[in-house]
């Protein structure tokens, strides 16, 4: 083997980043330290501070990565572009699903992740929200998507085994009537996905903002 193809990749922070958001997709961030990013890079922990500070500065850059990934709207209709932006959150963030407890938590954020929202309150103020608005319907649609996320990222069934499961419960509905009725008339009456419950309250909450659009 030649000394060309043993030569390991030259270690740069677009790679130590890029290794890092591979590890916490697969193991999640409680188990992605320096050491074990160090051993994963075949290098010394210490390598890793000449290009990062410490460990919060890697989960900066991270989150960047993952701004990067989100699409900012573009749509005429600021609902149309609400909408592509919250799509394109929640794909990311099925993707990097750590990302989800850190993404709003940084308090030196990364260029990537101060662009997107700066964008994203252009958006809003160029579709006739004032100032404050604009920061009101910015917090209400992520927090309507991150609340989804976590119901949804943590369903004991999918749209596939949802009948079984349901049906497995009507058993046990004889005192709650409601419970199922819904299990009935909604899960076990046709196809039924959860996912589909994320376009029906993002138009709710939708609603909701155009109330605050002046």
Same mark, same amino acid.
């Given at each position: 083997?030649?000394?060309? $193809?043993?030569?390991?990749?030259?270690?740069?922070? *677009?790679? #130590?980043v890029t290794t890092?958001?591979?590890?916490? +997709?697969?193991?999640?961030?409680?188990?992605?330290?320096?050491?074990?990013?160090? @051993?994963?890079?075949?290098?010394?922990?210490?390598?890793?501070? &000449?290009?990062?500070?410490?460990?919060? /500065?890697?989960? +900066?850059?991270?989150?960047d990565v993952v701004? #990067?990934? #989100?699409?900012?709207?573009?749509?005429?209709?600021?609902?149309?572009?609400?909408?592509?932006?919250?799509?394109?959150?929640?794909?990311?963030?099925?993707? &990097?699903?750590?990302?989800?407890?850190?993404?709003?938590?940084?308090?030196?954020?990364?260029?990537?992740?101060?662009?997107?929202?700066?964008?994203?309150?252009?958006?809003?103020?160029?579709?006739?929200?004032?100032?404050?608005?604009?920061?009101?319907?910015?917090?209400?649609?992520? /927090?309507?998507?991150?609340?989804?996320?976590?119901?949804?990222?943590?369903?004991?069934?999918?749209? *596939? $085994?949802?009948?079984?499961?349901?049906?497995?419960?009507?058993?046990?509905?004889? @005192?709650?009537?409601?419970?199922? *009725?819904?299990?009935?008339?909604? #899960?076990?009456?046709?196809?039924? +996905?959860?996912?589909?419950?994320? &376009?029906?309250?993002? *138009?709710?909450?939708? +609603?909701?903002?155009?109330?605050?659009?002046?």
């Open positions: 083997m030649s000394s060309l $193809s043993r030569a390991k990749p030259v270690l740069s922070l *677009e790679l #130590i890092a958001i591979r590890m916490a +997709d697969a193991d999640g961030l409680d188990r992605l330290g320096m050491r074990r990013l160090g @051993q994963e890079l075949s290098v010394e922990a210490m390598s890793l501070y &000449h290009h990062l500070r410490d460990k919060d /500065a890697l989960l +900066d850059a991270m989150i701004f #990067i990934e #989100i699409e900012t709207p573009t749509a005429p209709s600021w609902r149309d572009g609400l909408r592509q932006r919250a799509d394109s959150q929640r794909a990311a963030l099925h993707r &990097h699903r750590w990302a989800l407890q850190v993404l709003e938590s940084r308090s030196h954020p990364g260029l990537a992740t101060l662009q997107h929202h700066d964008q994203v309150l252009g958006y809003l103020r160029a579709a006739g929200f004032g100032v404050r608005a604009c920061g009101s319907v910015f917090s209400l649609v992520d /927090a309507y998507v991150f609340g989804f996320l976590l119901t949804e990222l943590q369903l004991p069934f999918d749209a *596939e $085994s949802a009948p079984a499961i349901a049906s497995e419960l009507l058993g046990l509905t004889a @005192q709650f009537p409601h419970f199922g *009725e819904y299990l009935k008339e909604v #899960i076990l009456s046709g196809p039924y +996905d959860y996912a589909d419950e994320f &376009h029906i309250g993002l *138009e709710v909450v939708l +609603d909701a903002a155009e109330r605050l659009r002046s």
